[in-house]
């Protein structure tokens, strides 16, 4: 291979590995974005992967510090750095596809999860005096408000004692309230299934320039090696 097609390879490598890079980079601020901005995270706490959020940001954070080693490699001329680079990425794609397989397998089990803790979480809400699980408290009462729905399966959940985040009117400023007669655990898991396929597409999209990237690393560390060239 000629040096212009080596200079050609590595410039390559290198904006392909910069680009993983950033795209990791803002997969774990939206991430993060996601968690700040919930209001029930602490309402889904049986089986973390079904918080997008959660497997954004470590997956994003890991992908982020392998790609850095490929960008610095490429730029340095660095062997060590280009075969750890690949074979961490190799292992991280190993692991994507292992979550893929775990969110596949359990994907019908997911409105289980659901529904035991938004039950849970109904309960504790139920037994909790003033200033008591506050944050869940206040989770709760914003799913009821946003999704427009009351309980778990239905507004009977609260046996009588209905917050005022189920009621229909805002301002809710009557006695006798009307309250939202739907379950939110349904549109909670309509929530999901919507986010589940926007996160899936993009961890396709992440998945394809990765493999992208280990592709063309492997042919670059073999021209440095037999030219003698980096270290």
Known sequence: MTSACVKCLKSLVTALHFLCWLSNAFVVAFGEFMMMHS??????????????????????????????????????????????????????????LAMACVFFVYNREIGTYFEKDLMHSLEVYKISGPGENQTLKDDFDAIQYLFKCCGVHGV????????????TL???????????????????QDWFAKNYLSTAAGVVSMFILQFLCMSITLPLFCCFAVRGQGY
């Not at 959020?53 to 062997?79: D, P």
């Not at 009977?156 to 009621?167: E, F, R, T």
């Not at 006798?176 to 909670?188: A, F």
């Open 39 to 96: 209001r029930f995270a602490s309402l889904v706490t049986s089986f973390w992967p079904v918080y997008p959020a959660n497997t954004l940001v470590v997956t994003g954070t890991i992908a982020t510090c392998v790609c850095y080693l490929g960008v610095v490699g490429g730029m340095r001329e660095n062997r060590c750095m280009l075969i750890s680079f690949y074979v961490l990425l190799s292992f991280l794609i190993s692991v994507e």
């Open 156 to 167: 009977a959940d609260w046996g009588g004692n209905v917050p005022i985040s189920c009621c």
């Open 170 to 188: 805002d301002p809710c400023n009557v006695t006798d309230q009307p309250n939202w007669q739907e379950g939110c655990v349904g549109k909670l």
